[in-house]
């Protein structure tokens, strides 16, 4: 114990006045114990090698602005603590991330073409039982592609009344197909 006290001392003058083999007797002091105490929180031995790299070239850089009465073994355990919070913080949110794009990715793509026909079977038959004024104006805004106002001049309707239709035929299209994609 007083020989690792008495090897700190200089060891952190020297550190601050950038002797390399300062920084490697640093490295070998306290590399293991950094590496578990990232490894508790981010459960990844790679991922725990990758922190301790990153704090450790990071102290090599700010090495001279430390103080004189720090504590090297204090100093890099916080340092590594709050970078493998960080990291842990960045996997859950990228985990969060993938997981609904995965989500929207499978529910908004089928793969099998006969699940792709029977959709389409369902959404004609579906498209069919519509009242005739609401399949009409449905047809023609989202089959033909044609404008609401368009829709209305041709069929010498207001412009509500064609708003107001296709409105009723989506609520009733997504009550009758709400049943075949549940």
């Known amino acids: 114990m007083k020989e690792e006290m008495i090897l ?19 490295i070998y002091l306290y590399r293991r114990k950094l ?3 990232s490894y508790y929180i981010l459960s990844d031995m790679e991922e725990a090698e990758d922190v301790v790299q990153e704090v450790l070239v990071s102290f090599w850089r700010v090495k001279s602005n430390l103080a004189n009465d720090s504590s090297l073994p204090n100093y890099l355990s916080r340092a590594v603590r709050n970078e ?7 996997n859950e949110v990228r985990a969060k991330k993938e997981k609904k794009f995965n989500y929207f990715h499978r529910s908004a793509s089928f793969t099998d ?6 959709l389409g079977q369902y959404i ?8 005739p004024s609401q399949r009409e104006d449905f047809i023609a805004l989202y089959l ?21 239709s296709v409105h009723k035929a989506l609520k009733n299209l997504r009550l009758k197909l709400s049943l075949f994609v549940e």
């Open 144 to 164: 033909e592609g044609k404008t609401q106002k368009n829709i209305a001049l041709e069929q010498k309707k207001s412009l509500q009344t064609v708003k107001n």
């Open 8 to 26: 700190k001392e200089p060891l952190l003058e020297n550190l601050k006045n950038g002797d390399i083999e300062a920084f490697n007797a640093m």
């Open 35 to 37: 590496l578990f105490e």
């Open 113 to 118: 073409p006969a699940e792709n026909a029977e």
């Open 84 to 90: 493998s919070y960080i990291k842990a913080k960045k």
């Open 124 to 131: 004609m038959l579906a498209i069919k039982s519509l009242p």
